[in-house]
T-cell receptor
Framework: EAGVAQSPRYKIIEKRQSVAFWCNPISGHATLYWYQQILGQGPKLLIQFQNNGVVDDSQLPKDRFSAERLKGVDSTLKIQPAKLEDSAVYLC???????????FGPGTRLTVL | DQQVKQNSPSLSVQEGRISILNCDYTNSMFDYFLWYKKYPAEGPTFLIS?????DKNEDGRFTVFLNKSAKHLSLHIVPSQPGDSAVYFC??????????FGKGTRLHILP
């Protein structure tokens, strides 16, 4: 069974630039999550999708972050414009049944200069 | 407001000995507690869970203990092996909703 795929693995941008991350969850997993993990912290949920509908985006800074999940499969997370404090690892995860048994991708490490 | 707290940023344990990782929580409504393990450059992987109605769950070398009155849980690894060196995240869930993670504890297994 293929795991959660994410790309790119690393990205370096200047502040005020835009960036997008892509996630392909495990086949058949209806729920998809995007997390932000700042160095020294645990993952923090940004947004949760159930199929292609948003379940929870209460922690998503909507003035600069957006996410979509077209056709209930792949998802993209965008930051526009980026700030220095957005430097973090962005993790995508998916789950089949139980929310706490999530399968994580390797993450995208974003550095904003 | 940190609902899940891991107060030890790091822990070093001799190979073959017991590793004990601790976690405290504040929200009494949590009904599942979890441990995730993370290697560098990889995403976290689910390790073990415990329901709030239990006080112990065991899976091979890994045992999680829950003390609800103290709002405390711990992960025991016996015996510790070199491959156990990783960051361990304690997490909690309410009504199978989103997971709230602690900051993690880096475990070093010494030869």
């Amino acid at each position: 069974e293929a795991g959660v795929a994410q790309s790119p693995r690393y990205k370096i941008i200047e502040k005020r630039q835009s960036v997008a991350f892509w996630c392909n969850p495990i086949s058949g997993h209806a729920t998809l999550y995007w997390y932000q993990q700042i160095l020294g912290q645990g993952p923090k949920l940004l947004i949760q999708f159930q199929n292609n509908g948003v379940v929870d985006d209460s922690q998503l800074p909507k003035d600069r972050f957006s996410a979509e999940r077209l056709k209930g499969v792949d998802s993209t997370l965008k930051i526009q414009p980026a700030k220095l404090e957005d430097s973090a690892v962005y993790l995508c995860a998916s789950s089949l049944v139980l929310a706490f048994e999530q399968f994580f991708g390797p993450g995208t490490r974003l550095t904003v200069l | 407001d940190q609902q899940v707290k891991q107060n030890s940023p790091s822990l070093s344990v001799q190979e073959g000995r017991i590793s004990i990782l601790n976690c405290d929580y504040t929200n009494s409504m949590f009904d599942y507690f979890l441990w995730y393990k993370k290697y560098p450059a990889e995403g976290p992987t689910f390790l073990i869970s415990i329901s709030s109605i239990k006080d112990k769950n065991e899976d091979g070398r890994f045992t999680v203990f829950l003390n609800k009155s103290a709002k405390h849980l711990s992960l025991h690894i016996v015996p510790s092996q070199p491959g156990d060196s990783a960051v361990y995240f304690c997490a909690a869930s309410y009504r199978d909703d989103k997971i709230i993670f602690g900051k993690g504890t880096r475990l070093h297994i010494l030869p």
